[in-house]
């Protein structure tokens, strides 16, 4: 037999106010804020608060629209709503209200979260809910909280007629039920050539992708399974599939299906993995069915990458960005009153090499409009908000690199080993490492030189390092945290002299 109670409304929204009490206005008019020693300054993150996967990538009349999950009460996870900004150049962004918020029932004292979702631009009407020509409908993860009974997800609607501004939720949701408490994560886009919508969303604890189709957002129908691949070591969470020009091969183009689970590292820890293959409107069909795992990254804080829907086809472009935080410490963070940022936004595409198709990622190239004068000194290169381009010839020593964010005793290691032909990033010297066992580490990946060269693209932003391997063939996202205000830039050799040449730009702040 089952028991349920319920709580009266009046209590419900008692604690929630109490839980409010924890919360800051999103508003920059505290001065302080956006100038707190570990803060990002050309990285997103919200005013206050806990952020973490990003949700409804969306273009639409010049703005492109980041949602985001968010706590509006405090800075660990929980009360899953969607937060919302928007930005004309993927840069600066505008902080809007939060758009889909947690809410309880009045009746049965369930609680339901909103969970990770897809924004789309039902241009066509297809749902009956737009009264705008272009209105955006949100498909997203109810996670309910019943009350006695335990957890359960499904999908539901929300759907806006000014711009993202203000929203309503559909009157008759969920749209999807599986009758599962795990079952989630909806990636849905337009799929032109049969005239239909198609969603992608996973069963976690299964390691399966599940294809759906649907004409108007509102009925669907499983068309196929994907899964029993690559690494299954983590459960699967937030899938997508998008079509990627080849660079090497002029006017083709591959299908790629990514996702969230395990790390190049091991289960402890958390990250994305793709395959490439072909849709064919119903299934999705990997190249190599015995492939080892490919990651989408090889540090350890970019998890939950999705892509934008609704780019202008004059554009071209395939833009994806990540959450920066890892679920191992994700809550531990020692940052306030914010904890997590989104990634660089990333320009994708794919290039055939021997052993298949490798997913190439670059940063957006807006990024160049914040450089300041060139650090001609490369012996005086300092700050916490810089880009830099590196090459190391690397024959010429065992190890050859770059440490940044040095200070005292300090640093954070770039490196490259030529006899294990591995690239290394190395934070166990970073700064505050304590707050977690497995936070101070050393990740690395083979890379093979090109004509000799190493090739590095590196942003360094007080807390987040990224880096780009030879023109994106890999790379690496992590959180750092050092402890003074001021650090420094040094390029090293070991066993050897190799020439590692360096050019550096200090970076504006997009907040300040």
Not at 45 to 63: A, K, M, R
Not at 86 to 95: A, G
Not at 350 to 358: C, D, S
Request: glycine share 8%.
């Amino acid at each position: 037999m089952q028991f349920r109670f319920t709580i009266p409304f009046g209590l419900i929204a008692l604690l929630f106010a109490c839980a409010a009490k924890e919360k800051k206005q999103d508003t920059i008019a505290d001065s302080s804020v956006y100038t707190e020693i570990h803060r990002p300054q050309f990285h997103f993150s919200p005013p206050t608060n806990w952020i973490n996967d990003p949700n409804g990538l969306v273009y639409l009349d010049g703005e492109y629209h980041l949602f985001y999950q968010y706590n509006p009460y405090g800075t660990t996870w929980g009360h899953m709503s969607w937060g919302h900004a928007v930005t004309k150049d993927l840069l600066h962004w505008e902080h809007l209200p939060v758009a889909i918020t947690e809410y309880p029932d009045a009746l049965t004292g369930d609680s339901t979260m909103i969970f990770s979702g897809t924004a789309v631009i039902d241009k066509n009407n297809t749902s009956g809910l737009c009264e705008s020509k272009d209105c955006m409908v949100a498909i997203y993860t109810s996670h309910v909280h019943a009350m006695g009974e335990g957890k359960v997800q499904h999908q539901s609607l929300a759907y806006s007629n000014d711009r993202g501004r203000t929203w309503k939720r559909y009157g008759k949701n969920p749209v999807l039920d599986s009758k599962r408490k795990d079952f989630r994560d909806p990636k849905v886009f337009w799929y032109e050539p049969e005239q239909k919508w198609v969603m992608a969303l996973v069963i976690p604890d299964l390691y399966k992708v599940q294809l759906y189709q649907s004409k108007n957002l509102i009925e669907w129908k499983l068309m196929s399974e994907f899964g029993d691949m690559g690494d299954t070591l983590r459960i699967w969470e937030c899938p997508d599939l998008y079509q990627l020009p080849v660079d090497n091969e002029s006017g083709k183009k591959k299908w790629v299906l990514s996702l969230s689970g395990s790390h190049p590292q091991g289960p402890t820890f958390v990250g994305m993995q793709y395959f490439v293959g072909e849709f064919d409107g119903t299934r999705f069909i990997a190249d190599d069915t015995k492939q080892p795992p490919r990651y989408v990254d090889h540090g350890k804080d970019f998890y939950a990458g999705i892509v934008y829907n609704n780019i202008p086809e004059e554009d071209g472009r395939t833009i994806m960005i990540g959450w920066v935080n890892n679920w191992t410490y994700g809550n531990l963070l020692p940052t306030a009153p914010w904890r997590g940022a989104m990634a660089l936004p990333r320009v994708l595409s794919l290039r055939k090499q021997e052993e298949g198709y490798r997913l190439i990622q670059k940063p957006v190239s807006s990024i160049s409009s914040l450089r300041r004068t060139e650090i001609t000194d490369k012996n005086k290169i300092s700050g916490k908000a810089l880009e830099l381009e590196i090459e190391i010839q690397a024959a010429a020593s065992k190890e050859a690199g770059v440490k940044v964010l040095k200070t005292g005793t300090e640093e954070t290691i770039i490196g490259y080993n030529s006899e294990t032909r591995e690239l290394f990033l190395d934070r166990t010297h970073s700064g505050e490492t304590g707050f977690n066992k497995d936070f101070g580490s050393i990740e690395r990946a083979t890379v093979y030189p090109i004509n000799g060269i190493i090739k590095l693209h590196i942003f360094i932003d007080h807390s987040i390092v990224e880096v780009f391997v030879n023109d994106g063939e890999l790379t690496f996202c992590e959180s750092v945290f050092t402890t003074q205000k001021n650090a420094t830039v040094e390029t090293y050799s070991k066993e050897g002299t190799s020439e590692v040449r360096i050019k550096a730009w200090e970076l504006n702040s997009v907040w300040r």
